[in-house]
């Protein structure tokens, strides 16, 4: 397999990251507790108070991240090379996939990005693949619209 | 009614050919997806919690309790003929269940874990049969701060999921919470945590986010690690007399150790199985056989692990505390549905739960019959190339997340917690806190403002009531004891994979 084997960088950029939502919590709880007071005479909790309990807790958790947590001791390794080649376009498939479903509908998207799924993450040889993906919508398309009923989206184009 | 009258007519509505139709396609399906290499019961419920959304509640709840059962069941065929552990409560079976395999008694392998899962399976259901009522009958003591007591005793649930670090634990718990809060508040309706973006008004959708952080993640995780099928050939199953023989003291400590363990909130299976190993191996006149493929190196991890899961179902149904990630998803299930597990929840709901209990029973006994006749069929099926696989969940998770609410919001949803769940997983951060939190959330919220509302801003009302504090002495306790088999586990997972696994 490639990859990369780095140490865990994760720590205090999820500290930093906590210590932001934390702050994010207790603005939004402040604004609440204003919006308490103003709406609910005489509550001495509400909407807010769980929302400034959570914010205190991330900033505190943050802080301890980012000042005094150790990294753990196992390293990461980084997907590289064609398996990283591979797992981007795996992710720009499915990000196109929900681009493409509201304009030509769930059966035509589902038969096109199978297909690429089945080519660029199977490596599959076209033929195969678009074999592959078209037995692959047409079971989802038995199970869920035939069978279950559920409304899938039909798209502009109505496909 | 009594116990039995209860049970009865539980079995009466689990015996109906439309629930009993959806046990079967749950064992089929949980199984199915347990086999398949890598993937264990937790990714196998967030596949395919999706289907079950089109299903009234005692049916989907049957499903997705088969789901759970059967990917238990179907983990321990990838860790016996495959040395690959779905999750970490399959590690020890692969100790000696690989080894047999590899000196042709693979199939004995898998026959021994069958039989010794369906036993722990039903012992764990028949005490839940008559141990979780007792609990419930408690229901009538508990108000809000009590109530709130319970949440804290299932936080401590967090400390065992947290895997390497207690502290990573906790802040996917927090994050957890603050998802929880997104959409409107409780108390006055207003809009929190949504910066104005209307989708965010009704929340994030439980389904949605189990799909993303769960089956999403790990497709990714599964092309990184390019997994490979290997041909295996089983011939026969059934074990000898002799093999029964030696193997049944082990199934019958595996489940107790299992059982009697697994009714602590918050100890999950795979923290049992390598006690349950270790103390056969302790008990053993020749310990060398240990891990060179000893039936009962098989046997006790695979009695414990479904014994544990089988006591999980206690604490879940009678307080509402999962012990697990697979169970955590089973309670937003249940919530899902509108239901509460808890105490009131025999009260509320008794049809229903008895109806949940008795398919257990039906669960597990279908599970023998698929496990046993048909493992030539699911060991095929391991040999399904991830190729075919990976796409394949990727956009069965896609149309699921879709259609609980016809939504694409909640697909994005999904997409982007699978993004997330991948670099989460990968930098070894717990996402199973970040979901127990993100369920149970609601409910601590609420007990809390009613508590705190009962006491007039006193949180002093929470150790002035006997059980609510009774309860918060017990979360300290455990606590205790989750660390100090959190420490042991960890040291045993070390020891046997070489590497740090979350729990």
């Not at chain 1, 064609?82 to 992710?91: D, E, K, P, S, Y």
């Not at chain 2, 321990?76 to 970490?88: F, Q």
């Not at chain 2, 957890?176 to 409107?184: A, C, K, P």
């Not at chain 2, 105490?343 to 049809?351: G, I, R, S, V, W």
Request: aromatic letters at 10%; proline letters at 6%.
């Amino acid at each position: 397999m490639n990859a990369n084997r780095a140490r865990p960088i994760d720590g205090k950029i999820v500290g930093a990251l906590l210590v932001l939502l934390g702050i994010v919590a207790l603005r939004e709880g402040r604004r609440l507790y204003v919006l308490r007071e103003t709406l609910v005479a005489g509550a001495v909790v509400g909407d807010d108070t769980f929302p400034m309990i959570v914010g205190a807790a991330l900033l505190a958790l943050g802080a301890y991240l980012v000042v005094a947590a150790a990294p753990p001791a196992a390293r990461v390794e980084l997907p590289s090379g064609a398996t990283r080649a591979q797992m981007l376009a795996g992710a720009a498939v499915l990000v196109a996939y929900w681009v493409m479903v509201p304009w030509l509908g769930y059966t035509s998207s589902t038969a096109i990005v199978s297909v690429l799924l089945y080519r660029g993450m199977g490596g599959y040889r076209w033929p195969v693949a678009v074999l592959l993906g078209a037995v692959t919508t047409g079971v989802l398309y038995l199970f869920f619209r035939v069978w279950l009923l559920q409304p899938l989206p039909t798209g502009i184009l109505g496909g | 009614m009594d116990v039995l009258g209860h049970l009865a007519s539980g079995f009466a509505a689990a015996l109906t050919p439309g629930n009993l139709l959806m046990a079967f396609v749950g064992s089929l399906l949980g199984t199915l997806v347990g086999v398949l290499p890598g993937l264990g019961p937790t990714a196998a419920i967030a596949i395919l919690f999706p289907l079950t959304s089109v299903l009234g509640p005692v049916p989907a709840i049957i499903m997705l309790s088969s789901i759970y059962y059967g990917a238990m069941y179907g983990g321990s065929t990838t860790a016996i003929l495959l040395n690959i552990p779905g999750e970490v409560a399959s590690v020890p079976t692969c100790l000696d269940g690989y080894p047999m395999a590899q000196q042709g008694r693979g199939g004995v392998a898998l026959g021994i874990a069958a039989i010794g899962s369906f036993f722990a399976g039903t012992f764990g259901v028949v005490i839940l049969t008559f141990f979780a009522p007792l609990l419930a009958d408690q229901a009538l003591r508990f108000g809000p701060p009590e109530y709130f007591g319970l949440m804290v005793l299932a936080f401590t649930v967090v400390v065992s999921l947290s895997g390497i670090s207690l502290a990573r634990g906790l802040a996917m718990a927090m994050l957890g919470y603050l998802l929880s809060l997104i959409g409107l508040g409780m108390a006055t309706g207003e809009a929190r945590f949504t910066f104005g973006f209307e989708p965010l008004m009704s929340g994030v959708d439980l389904i949605p986010l189990v799909v993303g952080l769960f089956a999403i993640s790990e497709v990714f995780l599964g092309l990184e690690e390019a997994r490979v099928t290997i041909a295996t050939r089983i011939t026969n199953v059934f074990p000898r007399w002799a093999d029964l023989k030696q193997s049944m003291p082990a199934i019958l400590r595996g489940t107790g150790i299992g059982f009697f363990l697994g009714l602590l909130p918050g100890c999950a299976p795979g923290v049992t199985v390598f006690l349950a190993y270790d103390a056969e191996k302790k008990l053993a006149r020749e310990p060398e056989r240990f891990g060179k493929g000893a039936i009962e190196g098989v046997a006790a991890p695979e009695a414990a692990n479904n014994a544990t899961s089988s006591a999980g179902f206690i604490p879940l149904l009678a307080l509402g505390i999962p012990a697990s990630a697979p169970l955590a998803i089973l309670l937003g299930g249940l919530m899902v549905y509108g239901l509460q597990p808890g105490p009131l929840l025999f009260q509320k709901n008794a049809e229903f739960v008895w109806t949940i209990i008795a398919s257990l029973y039906v669960g597990n006994a279908i599970l023998l019959i698929l496990n046993l006749p048909l493992v030539g069929m699911w060991v095929w099926l391991t040999r399904v190339p991830f190729g075919i696989l990976g796409p394949a969940i990727l956009l069965l998770s896609f149309v699921g997340a879709y259609s609980v609410r016809n939504s694409m919001f909640d697909v994005a949803v999904s997409l982007v917690f699978g993004f997330l769940g991948y670099v989460l997983r990968k930098c070894r951060w717990p996402l199973a806190p970040m979901l127990l939190a993100y369920i149970l959330g609601p409910l601590l919220e609420n007990n809390l403002i009613q508590s705190l509302s009962m006491s007039g801003g006193s949180p002093l009302i929470f150790v002035q009531r006997g059980l609510s504090l009774a309860l918060i002495v017990a979360a300290v306790l455990l606590l205790f004891i989750s660390l100090a088999l959190i420490r042991y586990t960890s040291r045993r997972l070390r020891e046997t994979t070489a590497e740090e696994m979350a729990l």
